[in-house]
T-cell receptor, first 109, second 115 residues
């Protein structure tokens, strides 16, 4: 099956800093999603981005499908951005969403 | 729109008992539902996929007799952990998908602790 790796595994930043999270996937995918898991465990959909670039406020994401990676950018970080960020790849062949290893982001005031 | 609920949000039980977790799609019909398990500081691992009205498909290494899944309607799937043991303690998350779409919507999760 598809392997999905994320980097870095942990990231600690001060409030106001910018960050880039990376997601590499081992095979062609039909869809790539980014999620934020809050401290209570709820997964929040951030982006559905099989290719190209999307922006939503301080967050943006870019997927380069031909090179099998996706990036999540967070600008002007706030403490509420803390949590774990997961990317997940979907393949029509096996109809499964495979989650990456996650990046734990901690924003300190 | 696209809200998925889970009940209960947390449960503590004694070893050997069975626990049922419900997953409901509140404002859409979910032809496919998924059950994931997440251990502390780890990623989500797919346990099984269920389609309404048919038997669930389990991932390799997941005991189907231990984790009973029922998807009786287009808005409800249940996961029953039978004869639970401490090693079954985990965070269980369901998701739901509409027919023809590949976006999954996730429930808030259920934290199971087996004493």
């Amino acid at each position: 099956g598809i392997q999905v790796e994320q980097s870095p595994p942990d990231l600690i930043l001060q409030e106001g800093a910018n960050s880039t999270l990376r997601c590499n996937f081992s095979d062609s995918v039909n869809n790539l999603q980014w999620f934020h898991q809050n401290p209570w465990g709820q997964l929040i959909n951030l982006f559905y981005i099989p290719s190209g670039t999307k922006q939503n406020g301080r967050l943006s994401a870019t997927t380069v499908a031909t090179e099998r990676y996706s990036l999540l950018y967070i600008s002007s970080s706030q403490t509420t951005d803390s949590g774990v960020y997961f990317c997940a790849a979907f393949n029509f062949g096996n109809e499964k969403l495979t989650f990456g290893t996650g990046t734990r982001l901690t924003i300190i005031p | 729109g696209a809200v998925v609920s889970q009940h209960p949000s947390w449960v503590i039980c004694k070893s050997g008992t069975s626990v049922k977790i419900e997953c409901r799609s509140l404002d859409f019909q979910a032809t496919t539902m998924f059950w994931y398990r997440q251990f502390p500081k780890q990623s989500l691992m797919l346990m099984a996929t269920s389609n309404e009205g048919s038997k669930a498909t389990y991932e390799q290494g997941v005991e189907k007799d231990k984790f009973l899944i029922n998807h009786a309607s287009l808005t409800l799937s249940t996961l029953t952990v039978t004869s639970a043991h401490p090693e079954d303690s985990s965070f269980y998350i369901c998701s739901a998908r509409q027919l023809g779409l590949d976006t999954q919507y996730f429930g808030p999760g259920t934290r199971l602790t087996v004493l």
